[in-house]
């Protein structure tokens, strides 16, 4: 993890509590509205790895973890 000061910290977590929420709802109702919903599991957790990576990537590529 990129450790961040205060208050970031508490905005990270506030931020990935809402984060849970929205994949709870995702996971919830999503099924329900994706063509084909036999995809929709698949389709979700590659979403989830690409995004990570996107992110994980860009943090590393503008450095963002020493705060400049």
């Not at 999503?30 to 036999?38: L, R």
Request: net charge negative; proline share 7%.
């Amino acid at each position: 993890m990129i450790p961040h000061d205060p208050p970031q910290n508490y905005v990270n977590g506030v931020w990935f509590f809402f984060d849970l929420i929205i994949v709870v709802q995702t996971l919830s109702f999503g099924k329900v509205a994706f063509e084909p919903a036999k995809l929709f599991y698949p389709a979700f957790f590659l979403g989830l790895i690409t995004s990570f990576g996107a992110i994980l990537a860009i943090t590393y590529e503008f450095k963002d973890w020493e705060g400049e």
